[in-house]
């Protein structure tokens, strides 16, 4: 599975941006996807995830209310609409499809198994 996330950009805090993750195989339809990110100087931490289907969603907290995970499994794509931005969301977030079962250790980078290339995210205060 090939992932290639991309969206990114400069904005300012309160703006917001799309990010969209899309796949070259037929698995991603059938498995869950997250999006992580990394901010600067920190280790990768787990942002949203949702289920094969998209009907388990789950969120970190600090996002939760303001970024919104959804799919599109007819065009093999999955999509982080992020709202009322703060400068602490900025990173490179990166796009991932999970091994097993979605409800298992889904905030756990180490559950999944293909990885997109990353795109940044730069919020400005």
């Known amino acids: 599975v090939q992932l290639q996330a991309s969206g990114g950009g400069l904005v300012q805090a309160g703006g917001s941006l799309r990010l969209s993750c899309s796949a070259t195989s037929d698995t991603f339809t059938t498995s869950g996807v997250a999006w992580f990110r990394q901010p600067p100087g920190k280790e990768r931490e787990f942002v949203a995830a949702i289920s094969w289907n998209g009907v388990h969603t789950d969120y970190k907290d600090s996002v939760r209310g303001r970024f919104r995970i959804s799919r599109d499994n007819t065009k093999n794509t999955v999509t982080l609409q992020m709202g009322r931005l703060k400068p602490d969301d900025t990173a490179v977030y990166y796009c991932?499809?999970?091994?097993?079962?979605?409800?298992?250790?889904?905030?756990?980078?180490?559950?999944?198994?293909?990885w997109g290339q990353g795109t940044q995210v730069t919020v400005s205060s």
């Open positions: 991932a499809v999970k091994y097993g079962s979605f409800f298992r250790e889904r905030d756990q980078a180490s559950s999944y198994g293909y």
